[in-house]
C-alpha cells in the first residue's frame, strides 16, 4: 500500500511541475511577481512599516528572483523526498535509495528545462537544473536527518533500564 501511495504522490507532484513549467513567461512571471508582492505586503503588515502601494511594488519587483529561485528549490526538494521515499519501498539500501533519487531528481530537471524549449517566453537553463538538483539534495537530506533523528528517538525508548 504504501508503494502505491508515494507512487501517486510522487506522479502528482511530477504533474504539478509539469504544468507549473508549461506556462508561458508572462504567466510565469505574473504567478511570481503575485507572490513576491504577497510576501512584501505580509511583511509591510508585520513590522507596521506603512509603505506606500509604490514601494510595495517595487520591493516586490526585487524580491521576485529570489522567490523563482526559492520556488525551484522548494519544488525539487519535495520531489526528491517523494522519490526517496518511494524507493525506500524496495529493498535497495540507503545509500543507493539516496543516490537513485538524487539522479531521478536531476533527470526529471533537465527534462523539464527541455519542456521549457518549447514553451513561448521560457529557456533552458543549465544553472536552473543545478539549482533544481541542490533542491533536491536538501530536500533528501533534510529528510534522512529527521528520520535518523526519530529512528534513534525510538531506539532509546525501546531500551530497558536496568
Given at each position: 500500500m504504501?508503494?502505491?501511495?508515494?507512487?501517486?504522490?510522487?506522479?502528482?507532484?511530477m504533474v504539478v511541475i509539469f504544468?507549473?513549467?508549461?506556462?508561458?513567461?508572462t504567466d510565469s512571471s505574473a504567478t511570481s511577481q503575485s507572490v513576491s508582492y504577497q510576501v512584501a505586503s505580509f511583511q509591510n503588515r508585520v513590522f507596521g512599516l506603512d509603505k506606500t502601494e509604490?514601494?510595495?511594488?517595487?520591493?516586490?519587483e526585487s524580491m521576485q528572483l529570489i522567490i523563482r529561485k526559492g520556488a525551484h528549490i522548494s519544488e525539487y526538494a519535495l520531489l526528491a523526498v517523494l522519490f526517496w521515499l518511494h524507493l525506500g519501498c524496495y529493498p535497495l539500501g540507503k545509500k543507493r535509495v539516496f543516490w537513485l533519487a538524487l539522479?531521478?531528481?536531476?533527470?526529471?530537471?533537465?527534462?523539464?528545462?527541455?519542456?521549457q524549449l518549447f514553451v513561448p517566453g521560457r529557456a533552458c537553463r543549465l544553472a536552473d537544473v543545478c539549482i533544481d538538483t541542490a533542491g533536491g539534495l536538501l530536500g533528501i537530506l533534510i529528510a534522512s536527518c529527521f528520520c535518523q533523528f526519530w529512528e534513534r528517538k525510538a531506539a532509546r525508548a525501546d531500551e530497558i533500564p536496568y
Open positions: 504504501k508503494k502505491w501511495i508515494t507512487g501517486a504522490l510522487l506522479v502528482a507532484w504544468l507549473f513549467s508549461a506556462q508561458d513567461s509604490e514601494q510595495l511594488m517595487s520591493q516586490a539522479c531521478l531528481t536531476a533527470c526529471y530537471a533537465a527534462s523539464d528545462e527541455l519542456h
